[in-house]
């Protein structure tokens, strides 16, 4: 599989984010943390809140305080392989899309972030396609399409509703079920999602 971004990566940005916001490191933040005798995730998540702190930052500090889920330690490798450990005959097809993903941009600009259970595709911007093994005979690319102008139509027929996938941020997707299904469609409406969330 082409080189996945993991929890590691996920945990150092969030770091960063965290000291931009505050000026504070996570071990500073950790230290104060434990000096205020918290002891459950809903009251650190409102005193953290009164700080200011939201989102990622404050993900990373509650996690940091009361233990990383399992699969957030787990490599990207990892993650993918569960995903498909009862449904191998679609690896193939799911490597062909991350392939077709990562190479409709020029010098390396799709980033590949593996989840629990999902393999998201990014611009330097936002995420713009999920592959997802959705169920154990079908794969589905999803799509953050923004713009349906009328010069897409020829290639609309395959789009469908996103809705399946749980992810707001998607707007359309596509079934894949083989190998022959990762075709020049597949690969223009990655394009255009690329282009359109750069």
């Not at 200011?52 to 787990?74: C, D, H, S, T, V």
Request: proline share 2%; glycine share 4%; hydrophobic share 40%.
């Amino acid at each position: 599989m082409v080189d996945a971004k993991d929890w590691r990566e996920m945990h150092e940005w969030s770091a960063q984010l965290l000291r931009r916001q505050t000026g504070q490191t996570v071990e500073d933040w950790n230290r104060t943390i434990r000096e205020t005798g918290i002891t459950n995730r809903d009251e650190l998540q409102d005193w953290l809140k009164t700080r200011n702190i939201n989102g990622y930052a404050q993900q990373l500090l509650i996690m940091e305080r009361f233990g990383y889920p399992e699969f957030l330690l787990k490599t990207a490798e990892e993650l993918v392989e569960e995903q498909f450990a009862d449904r191998r005959h679609l690896r193939p097809v799911f490597d062909e899309v991350i392939e077709a993903g990562v190479g409709i941009a020029h010098q390396g600009l799709v980033e590949v972030q593996a989840r629990k259970t999902f393999v998201a595709l990014r611009t330097r911007r936002r995420k713009f396609a999920v592959v997802k093994a959705t169920t154990k005979t079908r794969i589905d690319l999803g799509l953050r399409i923004v713009d349906m102008n009328s010069g897409h139509q020829r290639f609309a027929a395959r789009l469908q509703s996103a809705k399946v996938l749980r992810d707001d941020t998607m707007t359309h997707r596509i079934p894949l079920t083989r190998l022959e299904d990762v075709d020049d469609e597949v690969c223009y409406w990655l394009a255009v999602a690329y282009e359109q969330n750069t």
